[in-house]
Nanobody, 115 residues
Framework: QVQLVESGGGLVQPGGSLRLSCAAS????????MNWYRQAPGKEREWVAR???????NYADSVRGRFTISRDNAKNTVYLQMSSLKPEDTAIYYC?????????WGQGTQVTVSS
């Protein structure tokens, strides 16, 4: 069983920064790809960023150059550093891992970008 717990969301002004964290349970963390997704009101959930066990990263076009995904295997934690935030980044952000082909999700953390 894999449990994912996100934290770090909140209200931030446009142009501001925020760092999200996702803590994972279990010994599988260092061997699995970790993803961040987000879901804005009235929209489908969309993929945001990915980091492989070896540290290779990929980003959605909408966040590339503004967001940075990283991981700390000693802490079983993946991070999403978000900068130059825009109102359209407002969403619930979810942590995900496809461990053994099963998609595990956290409960999500709300990010609101507004003045």
């Amino acid at each position: 069983q894999v449990q994912l717990v996100e934290s770090g969301g909140g209200l931030v002004q446009p142009g501001g920064s925020l760092r999200l964290s996702c803590a994972a349970s279990g010994s599988m963390f260092s061997s699995t790809t970790m993803n961040w997704y987000r879901q804005a009101p009235g929209k489908e959930r969309e993929w945001v960023a990915r980091i492989t066990p070896g540290g290779i990263t990929n980003y959605a076009d909408s966040v590339r150059g503004r967001f940075t995904i990283s991981r700390d295997n000693a802490k079983n934690t993946v991070y999403l550093q978000m900068s130059s935030l825009k109102p359209e980044d407002t969403a619930i952000y979810y942590c995900n891992t496809p461990f053994r082909d099963y998609p595990y999700w956290g409960q999500g953390t709300q990010v609101t970008v507004s003045s």
